[in-house]
């Protein structure tokens, strides 16, 4: 069992940056596959990054490719998504969702989920 906490969501006019974290606690963060995932009303939970066990790896939505980064520190138990350039379009609730197996890039697969941080982007 692993719980995730999500924190760095807020308001932002378009142009601008946020940074979400995720920390996670209960078992050892590196052995877990990292993703985010978001959600706006009325859609389907989609997805936005991935990274592997030791940070190798990531794979983004097209969407966000150029202007989110995800990265983690393994030290800290810590998952980061840098979000730049944000768009309106970008305004969601977003989640971080960790599983043990691999990187995959469907909401079912992941067995752990954070409970979500709004983000919003004015025009």
């Known amino acids: 069992q692993v719980q995730l906490v999500e924190h760095g969501g807020g308001l932002v006019q378009a142009g601008g940056s946020l940074r979400l974290s995720c920390a996670a606690s209960?078992?050892?963060?590196?052995?877990?596959?990292m993703a985010w995932f978001r959600q706006t009303p009325g859609k389907e939970r989609e997805f936005v990054a991935v990274i592997d066990w030791n940070g190798d790896y990531t794979s983004y939505a097209h969407s966000v490719k150029g202007r989110f980064t995800i990265s983690r520190d393994n030290a800290k138990n810590t998952v980061y998504l840098q979000m730049n350039s944000l768009k309106p379009e970008d305004s969601a609730v977003y989640y971080c969702?960790?599983?043990?197996?691999?990187?995959?890039?469907?909401?079912?697969?992941?067995?752990?989920w954070g409970q979500g941080t709004q983000v919003t982007v004015s025009s």
């Open positions: 969702a960790a599983d043990e197996r691999g990187v995959q890039y469907y909401t079912e697969f992941y067995e752990y």
């Open positions: 209960g078992r050892t963060f590196s052995n877990y596959v």
